[in-house]
């Protein structure tokens, strides 16, 4: 395997969980506008999913550390599922999430680049939530995750759209937290996609709106901390002003320049 560079690390991560409360329910029915981003993901997975028995199928989240993503997949679709995470604080942080919403589940602490031989081609579908663009190599790391899958398993992948207006925010106001990210955006990802073998079924921008993705550099702390954060406080509420009006109408047309995240959708040859 060519060697894949970690830009953030396990360091980075167990810090960072330290700072952070477990992760609230995902309720893709919840009228709240906190939970807008968790809609519209949910009615990209209920299309594909639709028509599809996924009862006791096998899905594995890499990165899974404090995700609420195992135990939805489980109460709305019905997977079987399994978490790796190379920071033990992130796992047990996930033990507990499941322990909350009362959901079987297996979480490894381990390597996904050096997994238990036993997990190698042995799921239907693998998800990650913002996890490939931590590594220099795009492609080989999508190749080294569908490892895991069967033969015409299916990959989710969603990456922060950091090639907008929150990447240009990311990297003016915490740039130390923007240079532990590959910038990438959906062009750019598909094409990695396609360079890992994999075979893409749904590629797009999400929301039309939103500077959610905009991390704060609670370890570094940046020069004007304070200022920076309450700026960036003022815009997320902007974004929330933006959700309400698209839940009373309709979504705005998602782009390069504003949307939050990237999601596609690739299946294993």
């Known amino acids: 395997m060519e060697k894949i560079f970690d830009k953030a690390g396990e360091h980075y991560w167990t810090n960072a969980w330290q700072h952070m409360k477990l992760a609230p329910p995902m309720n893709p029915y919840s009228k709240n506008v906190n939970n807008y981003e968790i809609v519209l993901l949910h009615k990209i997975f209920e299309k594909y999913f639709s028509g599809i028995d996924c009862k006791d199928k096998l899905l594995i989240e890499i990165g899974c550390g404090n995700s609420a993503y195992l135990p939805y997949f ?29 959901t079987e589940g297996e979480i490894i602490y381990g390597d996904a680049f050096n997994p238990p031989q036993e997990l190698i081609g042995k799921f239907d579908v693998l998800c990650s939530f913002g996890v490939v663009e931590h590594f220099d190599k795009t492609a080989e790391t999508m190749k080294e995750f569908a490892k895991f899958l069967k033969p015409g398993g299916l990959m989710i992948t969603l990456i922060p759209n950091l090639a907008g207006v929150s990447g240009y925010l990311q990297k003016k106001f915490f740039k130390r937290v923007y240079d532990i990210h590959v910038v990438m955006d959906k062009n750019y990802l598909d094409a990695q996609i396609k360079n890992a073998g994999l075979e893409l079924v749904y590629s797009e921008y999400c929301q039309g709106l939103s500077i959610n993705v905009v991390l704060l550099d609670t370890q570094g702390r940046a020069k004007f901390y304070w200022a920076k954060k309450i700026f960036i406080r003022l815009l997320r509420y902007v974004t929330k002003v933006v959700w309400l009006f698209e839940m009373m109408t309709r979504p705005l047309p998602a782009g390069r320049l504003f949307s939050n995240y990237v999601i596609t959708l690739a299946q294993k040859k």
């Open 74 to 102: 489980r109460k709305y679709f019905g997977f079987k599922i399994t978490g790796i995470d190379y920071s033990q604080l992130a796992c047990e942080q996930t033990k507990i999430i499941l322990e909350r919403e009362k």
